[in-house]
């Protein structure tokens, strides 16, 4: 394959619009690498309201469906790939990819996005996928009509709580504190959401089962004293850890500069601190983690490899 103009890693909403951008915008061999469907993992939420412009209930599947269709409709080809390794050399930057295959591109936006931090109580690897998850529209339906708990304060477990709300008989929302950081309407709904019981001041200490699954999850409160909670689900939304992989080179060190949590350190532009790479979406420092803002970096990040690439070639 001869050399991209632009290799776009993750196609989340940061990397689809970095794709629109890019195609639109004129560069001619664009290529998005993302290891399984694009959408991002917007994809498993069961509810998004925030995205402007758009009314009613709509899944984060329903938003993303029609954005590689768009993309591709201006010649963004996706390539269905793990991305190992990026590396530069000169100015020419190198993909190197699971199967084992590389691709050379002169310019690279990166939008590999985030994936949900595990809490660390006892139990959790070892129930993970038989009992604990944490994808409430992948595995909600498994408990209709049973009791679960939801293990976290932020925005996603307040919301996740609530579409578990309306599945199953009674959700226990186990909290740390005893203030949530959720948005004021979210949380008056969880509030107010009869079948949702607020365990709060808790921490989970330990999921219990057997060889079927889960079977229940033992708390416990800041006085020490524990309580068990007698669910076969258990759903942990407790944040995420930033997808940093792919910009780690083979003596250890990243590729571009990057702050204490992992984030790629960029400037208003999506700049790297290494010429031609960008960085998009939630992997950046101080990233809003919105769907908005994500698409918002990618068409930022997509006018500057546009001009970059014109500067280099020309
Ligand atoms: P991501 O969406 O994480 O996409 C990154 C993509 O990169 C993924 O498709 C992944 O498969 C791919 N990838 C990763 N590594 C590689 C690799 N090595 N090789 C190839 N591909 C790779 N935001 C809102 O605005 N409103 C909401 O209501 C809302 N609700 C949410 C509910 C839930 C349950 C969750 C988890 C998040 C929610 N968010 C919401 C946050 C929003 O989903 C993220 O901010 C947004 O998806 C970030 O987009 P991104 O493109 O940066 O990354
Ligand atoms: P988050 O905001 O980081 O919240 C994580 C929650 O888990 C916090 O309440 C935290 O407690 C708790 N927690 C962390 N580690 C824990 C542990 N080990 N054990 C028990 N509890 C633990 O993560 P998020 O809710 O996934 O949201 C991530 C980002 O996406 C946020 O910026 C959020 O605003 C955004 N998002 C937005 C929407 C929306 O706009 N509608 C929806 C979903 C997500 P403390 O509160 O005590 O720290």
Redesign the pocket.
């Known amino acids: 394959m001869s050399v991209l103009d632009c290799a776009i890693i993750g196609g989340g909403p940061a990397g689809l619009t970095a794709g629109l951008y890019t195609t639109r915008g004129g560069l001619e061999n664009v290529v998005m690498f993302e290891k399984g469907m694009p959408g991002g993992q917007i994809t498993n ?1 069961s509810e ?3 995205y402007p412009g758009v009314t009613g209930e709509i899944t984060g599947m329903d938003l993303m469906a029609p954005w590689p269709e768009q993309c591709s409709k201006f010649g963004l080809v996706h390539e269905m790939v793990n991305v190992t390794r990026v590396s530069k050399s000169g100015d020419l930057f190198t993909i190197h990819k699971e199967d084992g295959t590389t691709t050379d591109a002169h310019s690279v936006i990166i939008g590999t996005g985030s994936r949900p ?1 595990r ?3 006892a139990g959790e690897d070892e129930f993970f996928g038989r009992g604990v998850s944490t994808c409430a529209t992948c595995d909600g339906f498994f408990y209709k009509g049973k009791e679960v708990a939801v ?7 307040l ?1 996740e709580a609530l579409y578990l709300a309306k599945i199953c008989s009674k959700v226990y929302l186990v ?3 005893d203030t ?4 004021p309407n ?1 949380i008056e709904r969880v509030k107010s959401t009869e079948n949702i019981e607020l365990v709060l001041n808790s ?2 200490d330990e999921v219990y089962g057997d060889k079927m699954g889960v079977t229940g999850i033992r708390v416990k409160d800041k006085e020490g004293n524990t309580r068990n909670i007698d669910v076969p689900g258990v759903f942990t ?4 850890d930033v997808n940093n992989q792919t910009l780690i080179q083979e003596d250890g060190s990243f590729l571009c500069d990057m702050n204490e949590q992992g984030q790629v350190i960029v400037d208003i532009s999506m700049k790297t601190s290494v010429p031609g790479l960008f960085a998009t979406g939630d992997m950046r420092i101080a990233a ?3 769907v908005v803002s994500a698409a918002g970096d990618g068409a930022v990040a997509a006018l500057q490899a546009i001009s970059y690439v014109d500067e280099l070639l020309n």
């Not at 293990?151 to 477990?157: K, N, P, Q, R, S």
């Not at 939304?237 to 995420?240: C, H, L």
């Open positions: 939420s998004i309201e925030n931090r809490a660390g109580f293990i976290g304060g932020g925005d996603t477990a919301e909290h740390r504190r949530f950081r959720s948005a979210t921490v989970p939304f407790v944040g995420n809003p983690k919105q």
